[in-house]
């Protein structure tokens, strides 16, 4: 089985964009499950559905993979499941090394969907001492003073930072010095990393303040529109209405009171 420093997944030299790159995880993960219920072909709407995105889209990022689908019959799963798994990489072994072995990491750690997507968890790190030999998902946890060796012994090229915001930048520059060029993190702080290691960022907070975002704006709407029967019931200030007999009702201006009644 290959490893993942000696080979790399082809997609940026085959010029597809990072916004496709971002959605086929997403196609992957619906084709896998309509895989799993011997589903034999999908049509792209339905296909774009499963995916929560637009079908147009859908059939644009497929045709930087040279898959346009049969008309009438749509798309073979099976295949696109190896085409996408391949393009993404994930037809190959990628240890992964997670640092980090506090409540987070160790639910990663246990995480049963890596080794079915290609990832092997190489090893699992952390700077407490006391941790150290704990068995963690059937891992012995081994200590950070460790973690260069453990990079090179295993050809770890992905690491996953799970620490505390303080230590990750640390732990980062050892990952990368040491020859990891692709790395998940869960800390909640911005890396800064050299030209050619990409980064990934996972903030569980930022991810609920735009829902909590998006929340206040939706009861915000709810008040408006319940405000709204009221508010068209009611003159606004400082207009007078009209009166059956032509005159205008008594209005509140800025300057108080106005006549009963006003000329015409």
């Given at each position: 089985m290959?490893t993942g420093r000696t080979?790399r997944?082809?997609?940026r030299?085959?010029g597809i964009?990072e916004?496709t790159?971002a959605?086929?995880p997403?196609?992957l993960?619906?084709?896998?499950?309509?895989?799993?219920?011997?589903?034999?072909?999908v049509s792209s709407e339905?296909l774009?559905?499963?995916?929560g995105v637009?079908?147009?889209?859908?059939r644009?990022?497929?045709?930087?993979?040279?898959s346009?689908?049969?008309?009438g019959?749509?798309?073979?799963v099976?295949?696109?499941?190896?085409q996408?798994s391949r393009?993404?990489?994930?037809?190959q072994?990628?240890?992964?090394v997670i640092v980090?072995i506090g409540n987070?990491?160790?639910?990663?750690a246990n995480y049963?969907g890596f080794?079915?997507?290609?990832?092997r968890?190489?090893?699992?790190?952390?700077?407490d001492?006391?941790?150290a030999?704990?068995?963690?998902?059937?891992?012995?946890?081994?200590?950070t003073?460790?973690l260069?060796?453990?990079?090179?012994d295993?050809?770890?090229?992905i690491?996953v930072i799970a620490?505390?915001a303080?230590a990750?930048?640390?732990?980062?520059d050892?990952l990368?010095a040491a020859?990891v060029?692709s790395?998940?993190?869960?800390?909640p702080?911005?890396?800064?990393?050299?030209?050619?290691v990409?980064?990934?960022k996972?903030?569980?907070?930022?991810?609920?303040?735009?829902?909590?975002?998006?929340?206040q704006?939706?009861?915000?709407?709810e008040?408006t529109?319940?405000q709204?029967?009221?508010a068209?019931?009611q003159?606004r200030?400082?207009?007078a209405v009209r009166?059956?007999?032509?005159?205008r009702?008594?209005g509140k201006?800025?300057d108080g009171?106005v006549?009963?009644?006003?000329p015409?």
């Amino acid at each position: 089985m290959a490893t993942g420093r000696t080979h790399r997944p082809a997609t940026r030299s085959r010029g597809i964009p990072e916004a496709t790159v971002a959605r086929l995880p997403l196609y992957l993960r619906a084709l896998t499950a309509l895989s799993e219920r011997s589903v034999p072909t999908v049509s792209s709407e339905e296909l774009a559905t499963a995916a929560g995105v637009n079908s147009a889209k859908l059939r644009k990022d497929f045709s930087y993979l040279g898959s346009y689908g049969t008309r009438g019959v749509g798309y073979d799963v099976e295949y696109l499941v190896y085409q996408i798994s391949r393009e993404l990489g994930l037809t190959q072994d990628w240890p992964v090394v997670i640092v980090g072995i506090g409540n987070l990491g160790a639910a990663l750690a246990n995480y049963g969907g890596f080794a079915s997507r290609g990832f092997r968890v190489a090893a699992l790190i952390d700077a407490d001492p006391a941790m150290a030999g704990k068995p963690v998902a059937g891992l012995p946890v081994r200590h950070t003073d460790e973690l260069e060796s453990i990079i090179t012994d295993n050809d770890v090229s992905i690491g996953v930072i799970a620490t505390p915001a303080g230590a990750a930048q640390q732990v980062c520059d050892r990952l990368v010095a040491a020859g990891v060029t692709s790395i998940l993190n869960f800390a909640p702080t911005v890396l800064s990393v050299p030209e050619g290691v990409d980064v990934r960022k996972v903030d569980l907070s930022i991810e609920l303040q735009i829902l909590a975002f998006h929340e206040q704006r939706k009861a915000g709407e709810e008040t408006t529109s319940a405000q709204e029967p009221a508010a068209a019931a009611q003159p606004r200030s400082g207009a007078a209405v009209r009166t059956p007999a032509g005159g205008r009702a008594a209005g509140k201006g800025p300057d108080g009171d106005v006549p009963a009644v006003m000329p015409a």
